[in-house]
């Protein structure tokens, strides 16, 4: 969940967001000191109490809120849904080991906790669970197309392939949650809070894809980190719903909207003036070494051309 992406979006209709979390500085100050102290899954607890104080209303059922700002919490909330049915279908169908079980029921907790979080935030306003069958995790959109994932049905029946398009999952979200990044510069402690949460979305990536070489120690692909091959050897997803701004064709590593700012993971360019050849920096690198040191961000647009892919009626989910 891109929770300071979606503080970002709330402040462009609510300027005296920040005031109403009563005194910014102070309120994420304390809220960094609450992630040192904390798992990671406790913090969506910290965020529902902060919002709910925020915009808490003290009779009705709704949430009080600007309808942009229902808007952008409700569309977090369907990526949640979409990750949380994903998760619970793997662990149902009896495909994973003890290892890879264990680490897909934390997350899957992380989930059921941010789900948690926004319902509470947005009562009454919040988007009825969209249920599992909302989402088709084989990408033929309810039959409209021939499965992309033939295996991701309605019960899951290869670990492999679940990993696989797990991976792809939390990639595309830690490219979505830097692309938040730089609306957020002139809040520094807003950004240095963004940021600690966002080294352990990374984190949660390379679990996953430990869990796909066979173990940390292993050195086989992937590694534990995006690589500049994985763009052209992932076969992208078409943008078949024409999302606003989104390429024609979309990916966990392909560029997104304006591929200057969203360049694609092989990309070895970065900064502008002067314009510096990643694979180059440090003599005796190997040409690939210097890439992998940057992941890219990724826009909105595209994110959501991504997620259509695994919706069972793209035009309803995803907006």
Known sequence: MDLFQIINDIAKVDPEVYDRFDSRRAVFRNFLGYG???SAAALPLAVSTLFSKAY???TGTGSGLDPLIIGTLNLALQLEYLEKYFYQTALASNILNPEQTGAVTIIL???NLHINTLR??????AVADPTRAAFDYTGSQGGKRPALFATLGTTFTSAADFLMVGQQFVDTGVRAYKGGAANLITQKDILEAAINIHSVEARHSSRIRSLRRGGI????APKSWITPDETPTTPPLPNNYNVAGAPALVGPYNRGADAAKFPDESNVSQGTNPVLNAQTLVAGVGAGAGAEAFDEPLDAATVKAIAKNFATDPTALFK
Request: without cysteine.
């Open 36 to 38: 040192k102290k904390a």
């Open 56 to 58: 808490g209303q003290t």
């Open 109 to 111: 907790n992380d989930e």
């Open 120 to 125: 509470g935030v947005l009562k009454g306003d």
């Open 217 to 220: 120690q292993s050195a086989t």
